[in-house]
């Protein structure tokens, strides 16, 4: 019984940790644009990775964001070769001339914002080499770089701005069928430079606690049956970590503490000192907890936070569709 005690006292203990944890600030993130390289890109394996890693610097020094909750926005590069040549020398090198474009667009759909082309020419010991002595004349912070990656930020501020209110219909629609973790990546997919944020901060703080409450709705179900199929030490301990689980902000916190009392009452063999100490650190977590949600502006950017993660949990990288513009 000692050792039921101890995980019960331990796993609700680490419900406020999880609480604080989304009281923390989520913070705004710039427009996303994603370094996407096709296989049929023109460019060899290993120099294909030291051109990403290039385009992604030169994605941040811009101002952009990457790997966010909507991934659709893509710079794709493409190199086209005029002429390989291989040295006369001792030891023989080889030599690449060629021109290296740069599109930046919408990659589900195949629109094309802007463009750019970058005469390159390298020198090495293999085609791979030689490529990559190219591609080291690419400035991330070049002017012309710079201008396009311009063109291509406003291009895509000009598409949300265009776009939001259909967005925010897309996510009222998923939310009304359900499926709130859908619902979530559309709404924090529209950027803070777009005037629909707000209203979709706010439809996401809502969705959040609703998606919130239907997670620990389903923890209790879950809980219940844990205890129902087993009731005695071992289902009270696997009931009790599920339970720990549940927000105390939540709608089922209620229904979480009303099990918790019918798994005392049931273990009548259970030292009551040792009931009593659990519920209540149970008691003073939730207190806690629940003290820590009552200033209105820390619990939306909880939630803001919160409708974050479950957006980029439920991300995926969408299938692109290039065409090479």
């Known amino acids: 019984m000692k050792l039921l005690k101890h995980i019960i006292i331990g796993v609700v203990l680490a419900s406020p940790v999880i609480a604080t944890a989304q009281n923390s600030d989520g913070g705004e993130a710039p427009l996303s644009l994603n370094v996407y390289i096709p296989d049929n890109a023109g460019i060899p394996e290993t120099a294909a990775r030291n051109l990403e890693a290039k385009l992604s610097h030169a994605i941040a020094a811009n101002g952009f964001g990457s790997q966010s909750f909507d991934n ?4 794709v590069p493409r190199a086209e070769v005029n002429s390989v ?43 791979s080499q030689a490529f ?42 998923a939310y009304g069928e359900g499926n709130y973790e859908n619902a979530l990546s559309i709404l924090y997919s529209i950027p803070p430079t777009c005037k629909g944020y707000n209203q979709a901060m706010d439809l996401a703080t809502r969705y959040a ?45 209620a229904g979480a503490t009303t099990l918790c009392n019918e798994i005392k009452n049931r273990l009548k063999q259970v030292d009551d000192r040792e009931w ?47 065409g090479w513009w």
Request: aromatic share 8%; no cysteine.
């Open 209 to 253: 606690a609703g998606y919130r409450d239907n997670t620990n709705a389903s923890l209790l179900t879950q809980a219940r049956a844990a205890w129902s199929q087993a009731p005695n030490e071992q289902g009270a301990a696997e009931a009790m970590k599920i339970i720990a689980q549940i927000d105390p902000a939540s709608s089922s916190a």
């Open 85 to 127: 040549t291989v040295t006369p020398t001792a030891p023989p090198k080889t030599v690449v001339d060629g021109t290296l474009y740069l599109y930046v667009g919408d990659g589900v759909t195949s629109t094309l914002f802007a463009s750019e082309a970058f005469p390159v020419k390298g020198i090495g010991g293999n085609e």
């Open 72 to 75: 659709r926005f893509v710079i």
């Open 276 to 322: 009593q100490e659990a519920v209540a650190a149970e008691k003073a977590a939730r207190e806690l907890a629940a003290k820590r949600e009552a200033n209105a502006s820390a619990e939306r950017r909880a939630a803001i936070k919160a409708a974050g993660e479950v957006a980029k949990a439920y991300a995926s990288r969408p299938v692109y569709h290039i």
């Open 132 to 173: 990559l002595s190219a591609f080291t004349k690419i400035n991330p912070r070049g002017r012309r770089l710079q201008a396009m990656l311009e063109t291509g930020r406003q291009r895509i501020k000009e598409y949300y701005e265009q776009q939001w209110p259909s967005m925010i219909k897309a996510a009222e629609a």
